[in-house]
């Protein structure tokens, strides 16, 4: 187990090892919902509630059921049921309780069902052998970088709505150029905390 | 063993929280009894909270129509909610035109019932009834057309206006869903609806119906439509269809016909080969005229008639502008867009013509 303090590891989810612009994962939300900075801040905020709090659920069931029967080859799937049956209940509860961000949240909620940013996030934890703070903490940063990423790149993509970008690359290609680049500024980041 | 032990754990975490959520559910989505007000106090309904909109007006018995089974993307199940349905969903822009969207027209699948809620729906739709009946005839009109007749068990009498068409339900592998047909018989047939079918390739109404036979037992909603047949003897009745757009036509023209033998009537039916239905009747009634235009007559048939697309015989055929006509036109949507410029160069006015695409 690492002795990195959780605070490190939050700061470093965030900017040296973004899941987005490092890792590459939640992809497919992060080009579909990179419109309009409104809805990537829902979004955003949806994929940090999630993913802290499934990080969560999975350290427990991973070290008190996973590991103790010996079953560790069975995370994957047993980790995208938790995911699917959290986001579901989220779902209800928020609906519940708050209709207003049930509407502004409502259609994004089941889109982090398949985000494979949160998924990415517990698989991380357990093959960097996080204690349960560390994994909370990265979770939590986690979140808040694929948050930052996404916000940014809908930032960018909102001003390019003036600019006169050539024809083959509108849309998602040019998305993705930029993600590239965003992705290499980041790396500037690198080497100011290491938690691999 | 070693293969047992990762099922059954995997087994039991899903069981788990399945019964969590199980539990949440019913602790969460609980929003009681609600008032349903259906135009302005006309029907008042006590509905159980947390469904859509569409399954309470089911279970009220208040048809509506519906295609795809509540799954949102027929865009069939309009209704105007006056208050209580929440905002307008990003599932249901696409379905409307900015018009209905500040009238507040929604899709009835997408509203979900969780306080009092006033709608508005067209009187019509308060007529509509479920039946259950039963397949009486079934008849081969070409290779891919039948005409299916039911007689109707509970209830036992159907009203409508010639023109309208029933729901019916087909069974499907995602669940039942919900196909419209414009009935065939005329009004006057209270006991039976009978409906033609083109069978489409993997259509699932279709496929459905073509294969029925004699004694099935059929479910179905109507009558829905607004097709409304001018009661004054002296307008002339014009129609206009091809291929399985015979249906409502032939309602139609059983309808005019039977309440006024001398009424001017005339059909315009674009086909393949000329259906016989109507011969007897020309021959009864001297001011029905019928044009077919085959769209291939057979080599070396004596087929002296019209050929090609149905509007231009219309063009060539239909005399006098200043004539008081209704029009019904059923087909294509392409072939409804060029009927209607023809009609409209002679003069027929837009609330006088009836359509129906597919």
Redesign the interface.
């Known amino acids: 187990m690492s002795e990195i303090s959780p605070f490190l590891i939050l700061i470093a989810a965030i900017f040296t090892n973004n899941i987005l612009l490092a890792n590459f994962l939640g992809m497919c939300s992060f080009l579909a919902v990179s419109k309009q900075v409104d809805t990537a801040l829902g979004l955003g905020a949806a994929v940090i509630f999630v993913t802290t709090m499934t990080t969560a659920i999975n350290y427990g069931?991973y070290h008190f059921?996973?590991v103790p029967?010996g079953?560790t080859?069975?995370q994957y799937?047993?980790f995208i049921?938790?995911i699917a049956?959290f986001v579901?209940?989220v779902e209800?509860?928020v609906?519940?309780f708050s209709?207003k961000l049930y509407?502004a949240l409502?259609?994004f909620l089941p889109l982090i069902t398949v985000n494979c940013a949160i998924l990415g996030v517990s698989l991380f934890m357990i093959i960097r052998s996080y204690s349960f703070w560390q994994s909370v903490a990265f979770g939590f940063g986690g979140g808040v970088g694929w948050m930052l990423a996404i916000v940014l790149i809908a930032g960018l993509r909102q001003k390019m709505g003036y600019s006169n970008v050539p024809r083959p690359f509108r849309g998602v290609a040019i998305a993705m150029v930029i993600t590239g680049v965003m992705a290499m500024a980041f790396m500037g980041f690198a080497g100011m905390v290491n938690i691999q | 063993m070693e293969f047992l032990l990762p099922a059954l754990v995997f087994g039991g975490i899903l069981v788990g929280l399945a019964a969590a959520l199980t539990v949440a559910e019913r602790l969460l989505v609980n929003y009681g009894v609600c008032k349903l007000d259906i135009n302005d106090g006309d029907r008042e309904f006590d509905v159980d909270g947390g469904q859509s909109l569409l399954s309470a007006l089911n279970e009220s018995k208040v048809f509506i129509p519906s295609a795809c089974g509540g799954r949102g993307s027929c865009g069939y199940c309009k209704a105007t909610v006056l208050s209580g349905g929440g905002p307008l969903l990003p599932t249901e822009a696409p379905f409307l035109t900015r018009a209905e969207i500040r009238s507040g027209v929604r899709l009835a699948c997408q509203v979900k019932v969780r306080e009092d809620i006033r709608i508005k729906i067209p009187e019509d739709f308060l007529n509509v009834k479920q039946f259950a009946a039963t397949v009486s005839e079934m008849k081969t009109l070409t290779h891919d057309m039948v005409e299916a007749t039911f007689a109707l068990d509970e209830p036992a009498v159907i009203e409508q206006r010639a023109g309208q068409y029933i729901q019916l339900t087909a069974p499907s592998p995602e669940g039942p869903v919900q196909r419209a047909y414009s009935i065939s018989s005329p009004p006057s047939d209270t006991e039976h609806v009978q409906i033609v079918v083109r069978l489409v390739p993997g259509g699932i109404g279709s496929t459905y119906i073509h294969n029925l036979s004699e004694g099935d037992e059929v479910s179905f909603t109507g009558p829905y439509g607004d097709f409304r047949l001018n009661e004054d003897p002296d307008v002339e009745v014009v129609c206009v269809g091809g291929g399985s757009g015979m249906a409502p036509l032939k309602n139609v023209i059983l309808t005019v016909l039977e309440h006024w033998p001398e009424r001017k009537c005339s059909l315009f039916f674009g086909c393949r080969t000329t259906a016989d239905v109507f011969e007897e009747l020309a021959k009864k009634h001297p001011n029905f005229k019928i044009v077919y235009a085959l769209s291939e007559p057979e080599e070396g048939s004596s087929w002296a008639g019209e050929t090609g697309f149905i509007h231009l015989s219309l063009d060539r055929h239909l005399e006098g502008a200043e004539a008081a006509r209704q029009a019904f036109l059923c087909g294509p949507p392409p072939m409804i867009e060029a009927v209607m410029n023809v009609l409209e160069n002679k003069g027929v006015k837009d609330e006088d013509i009836f359509y129906d695409e597919f």
């Open positions: 069931v059921v996973l029967l079953l080859i069975l799937i047993v049921a938790v049956a579901q209940f209800m509860f609906e519940r209709l509407h409502g259609i």
